[in-house]
């Protein structure tokens, strides 16, 4: 009698299992790319609708950011998806819950854009206030900054470059605090400033919860590279604040 092959087909089809797994992850992983370049496109824009008046590039914008939507949902369906067919385990599953928890940062980075491009629109037709435009594009080219280095962190496997965007998340804090308490006295100076300058400080917060997601990615890249979740707070402004103060309401 002969002996049936009990081990050859089985590990062939494992083989075969294992390599379309990993296209798949590389594939999910490209999406998520695809999607950041697409984010960071989208602050940087908006901060230039702000800086220069562009009513055309705000509006741009705005009707961007359903693509953004759209991609967010698919990589969660596919990484959901992912999890339930294959059950990855180890740095598969680190993988698959990575490219889904970066999608939902990029996807309200992409909502804080819009919101930048719609207080643009709004602002456009009154009275420049120069100095703190400048200052808000200041901010907002750190901003773009970081969230390509969390980015590219991301699509390299760069451990380092990750934990220097987290090592420097005070750095967008202190600029805000610092447009901030510019716009108080532009609006003490002169109440005619009061509804343009609460416009601006709008934006400024949009940014500033822009350099956050950009320190969340930055902190799933590690997490997927290493495994390992990084412990304590994260660095904050030397005034000794845990938060930045809050644009008024």
Excluded at 120 to 133: D, F, H, N, R, Y
Excluded at 137 to 145: A, S
Excluded at 183 to 196: A, F, N, V, W
Aim: glycine fraction near 6%; aromatic fraction near 4%; include cysteine.
């Amino acid at each position: 009698m002969s002996e049936r092959p009990s081990e050859a087909v089985p590990q062939t089809m494992t083989d075969h299992t294992l390599k379309f797994f990993g296209q798949e992850l590389d594939q999910l992983k490209a999406e998520v790319a695809r999607m950041g370049g697409l984010a960071e496109t989208q602050v940087a824009d908006a901060v230039e609708a702000v800086g220069r008046r562009d009513l055309a590039l705000a509006q741009a914008v705005v009707v961007r950011d359903e693509k953004l939507d759209v991609l967010q949902h698919e990589i969660e369906r596919k990484a959901i998806r992912m999890i339930a067919l294959r059950q990855p385990v180890a740095q598969d599953l680190r993988r698959t819950v990575a490219a889904m928890k970066m999608s939902w940062s990029l996807e309200r980075t992409g909502d804080q854009a819009k919101s930048i491009a719609k207080r643009a629109l709004m602002i456009a037709e009154s009275e420049p206030i120069i100095p703190v435009t400048r200052s808000i594009v200041r901010m907002g080219k750190l901003v773009v900054g970081r969230l390509k280095d969390a980015l590219d962190a991301y699509t390299s496997s760069a451990v380092e470059r990750a934990r220097g965007v987290w090592q420097s998340d005070d750095e967008v804090d202190e600029h805000y605090n610092s447009v901030f308490r510019e716009l108080l006295t532009y609006m003490m100076s002169d109440p005619r400033t009061i509804g343009s300058c609460t416009q601006l400080l709008f934006i400024a917060k949009n940014l500033e919860r822009i350099g956050d997601y950009a320190t969340n990615i930055a902190e799933m890249a590690l997490y997927e590279i290493t495994g390992e979740e990084i412990e304590g707070e994260r660095p904050k402004g030397g005034d000794g604040r845990s938060n930045p103060p809050e644009a008024p309401v």
